[in-house]
């Protein structure tokens, strides 16, 4: 296995960060424009790191993985389904267990490295 350096992640044109596709919004606003460049993905996918941008708008968490992102711009608001709320930044960083479930609201077009693997962590309760 190489060492992956994303060298810049703030820096990355938006032209390299590929589309992702628009999820639908739960608000019934626009949809938000996800963008995604996957630095490295493990033959068997049990692990991916890269660097993530979505516009202003909400959409539901779709990744039951486990993750760890580290926010380089924008701001955005995370609420799970069990109505724990987090605001997120520039500068801040996140753990995600397994299975975490709620809805994002975008305030700033966010951007953010991250590391997704399968785990054998619980999901969250």
């Avoid at 968490?61 to 799970?80: K, L, P, Q």
Wanted: net charge neutral; with cysteine.
């Amino acid at each position: 296995m190489k060492i992956v350096h994303i060298k810049a992640a703030m820096s990355v044109p938006g032209v390299v960060l590929p589309s992702a596709g628009s999820p639908p919004n739960p608000s019934g606003g626009e949809p938000v424009k996800l963008s995604n460049y996957q630095a490295f993905e493990a033959p068997a996918a049990e692990v991916s790191t890269g660097v993530w941008e979505c516009t202003p708008g909400q959409f539901r968490r779709a990744v039951m993985d486990a993750e760890f992102s580290h926010f380089i711009a924008g701001r955005a608001t995370f609420v799970t389904d069990h109505g724990q709320s987090f605001d997120f930044a520039a500068g801040d960083a996140v753990f995600f267990p397994p299975l975490t479930k709620g809805v994002w609201t975008i305030h700033e077009t966010l951007r953010k490295t991250y590391i997704v693997w399968k785990s054998s962590l619980p999901a969250q309760t």
